[in-house]
């Protein structure tokens, strides 16, 4: 199963705001709400940061913030700042036998 | 607290194959399925497979069914994934993760292995 579409790249001055989107099927995204987001520094971990389309884990920014419509899921960062450059991955339940899909990530410049 | 501790680099030949571990701690091992996942250089990451530790219920990608084996040893609260005939592209880093809820597939994940580096070179 192909991966979830993403954005290669996009970028922002400090104190703006972005979205991320996320494009998924009728099997995955458009199916279910099940949809997460991850933070990635390079050399580290995925840090999870949105999960149930619009949940928040605790302790992370209310800066950060998610939605869905059909078959797209987006991530929404507000008042940018420079530590929230980083690779940002989302990830989907799927109903194929790939439980959980992945995309192939977004990187964030803040300029 | 809760840890999910990995090797951290194996090298191995083509056709060979490679069985890695994910040792927990810090929670009830029964508790929580364990993922596994896989990140090659500037990719996200990618679903192997999942094992209950404590039914033993295992589920597995069909892009690698035949080729990934998971299995869990609950005296040591440790889970393995072994990887068959591996190939050049089979280079990356696999990941054993924890989803936040217990008793369940989950969908997402908050405790996160260090990943071990598995390169695959003659």
């Known amino acids: 199963q192909s991966a979830l579409a993403q954005p290669a790249s996009v970028s922002a001055s400090p104190g703006q705001s972005i979205t991320i989107s996320c494009t998924g099927t009728t099997t995955d995204i458009g199916g279910y709400p099940y949809v997460s987001w991850y933070q990635e520094y390079p050399g580290k971990t995925p840090n999870l940061i949105i999960y149930?389309?619009?949940s928040r884990p605790s302790g992370v920014s209310d800066r950060f913030s998610g939605s869905k419509s059909g078959k797209t899921a987006t991530l929404t960062i507000s008042g940018l700042r420079t530590d929230d450059e980083a690779v940002y991955y989302c990830s989907s339940y799927s109903i194929t036998d790939t439980l959980v899909i992945f995309g192939g990530g977004t990187k964030l410049t803040v300029l | 607290q809760v840890q999910l501790t990995q090797p951290r680099t194996e090298i191995r030949k083509p056709g060979a194959s490679v069985k890695l571990s994910c040792r927990t701690s810090g929670y009830k091992f029964t508790s929580y399925y364990i993922h596994w996942l896989r990140q090659a250089p500037g990719q996200g990451p990618v679903w192997l497979g999942v094992?209950?530790?404590?039914?033993?219920?295992?589920r597995y990608s069909q892009a690698f069914q035949g080729r990934v084996t998971v299995t869990r040893e609950t005296s040591t609260s440790t889970v393995y994934l072994e990887v068959t005939n591996l190939r050049f592209d089979d280079t990356a880093l696999y990941y054993c993760?924890?989803?936040?809820?217990?008793?369940?597939?989950?969908?997402?994940?908050?405790?996160w292995g260090q990943g071990t580096l598995v390169t695959v070179s003659s």
């Open positions: 094992i209950n530790p404590s039914g033993g219920d295992i």
């Open positions: 993760v924890r989803p936040t809820v217990a008793f369940t597939y989950g969908t997402y994940f908050d405790h």
């Open positions: 149930d389309v619009t």
